[in-house]
T-cell receptor
Framework: AQTVTQSQPEMSVQEAETVTLSCTYD???????LFWYKQPPSRQMILVIR??????QNATENRFSVNFQKAAKSFSLKISDSQLGDAAMYFC?????????????FGTGTRLKVLA | EAQVTQNPRYLITVTGKKLTVTCSQN?????MSWYRQDPGLGLRQIYY???????DKGDVPEGYKVSRKEKRNFPLILESPSPNQTSLYFC?????????????FGEGSRLTVL
């Protein structure tokens, strides 16, 4: 069965600094998507970034980028120039892309604190 | 505006009193699903639906029912709620064809069972 592991329950970063959140996953599939979702105190789930497994190039979205290591099954999120608004819970998630069931697996989350 | 709408947003109920949490999306998505979020456990999938009249169990389906009679609606039913179902619930949807994988979430429903 597929699993997603976030080993850092909580992280802190100084404003304007860079922080990396870790995510590892386990799957026997070759085609899949990986995501990072942000959940601020409002509870809304917001997509930060997504990565397609067949693409070797790491996804980037402004200050957010990922380090996707397919062989190691690692998918870390790097936040550059951290801002106070980045403070939130971050969830890593996985889903397979092949036809059939679209089951989504989420990690347990990492709470990011941004210090002024 | 494209959105997923859940109701109620907050609910306090008592053990055994049947309740329904509604979920509706206006994006013509085939796929809809329900999750519960608990501290230290992340989001866990309860049920999902690939299309009208097609539903399947997720990882934690016990104590829940769903139905998908219309494409836009996917209600979550708790026939006899118990305190261990106190949680934050999310409904989400996505396109099935040209599948990008991105889930669109509702705003969440905080349920407390006394």
């Amino acid at each position: 069965a597929q699993t997603v592991t976030q080993s850092q329950p909580e992280m802190s970063v100084q404003e304007a600094e860079t922080v990396t959140l870790s995510c590892t996953y386990d799957t026997s599939e070759s085609d899949y998507y990986l995501f990072w979702y942000k959940q601020p105190p409002s509870r809304q789930m917001i997509l930060v970034i997504r990565q397609e497994a067949y693409k070797q190039q790491n996804a980037t979205e402004n200050r957010f980028s990922v380090n996707f290591q397919k062989a190691a099954k690692s998918f870390s999120l790097k936040i550059s120039d951290s801002q106070l608004g980045d403070a939130a819970m971050y969830f890593c998630a996985y889903t397979r892309t092949t036809s059939g069931t679209y089951k989504y697996i989420f990690g347990t989350g990492t709470r990011l604190k941004v210090l002024a | 505006e494209a959105q997923v709408t859940q109701n109620p947003r907050y609910l306090i109920t008592v053990t055994g009193k049947k309740l329904t949490v509604t979920c509706s999306q206006n994006m013509n998505h085939e796929y809809m699903s329900w999750y519960r979020q608990d501290p230290g456990l992340g989001l866990r999938q309860i049920y999902y639906s690939m299309n009208v009249e097609v539903t399947d169990k997720g990882d934690v389906p016990e104590g829940y029912k769903v139905s998908r009679k219309e494409k836009r609606n996917f209600p979550l039913i708790l026939e006899s709620p118990s305190p261990n179902q106190t949680s934050l619930y999310f409904c989400a949807s996505t396109l099935r064809d040209r599948h990008t994988g991105e889930l669109f979430f509702g705003e969440g429903s905080r349920l407390t069972v006394l």
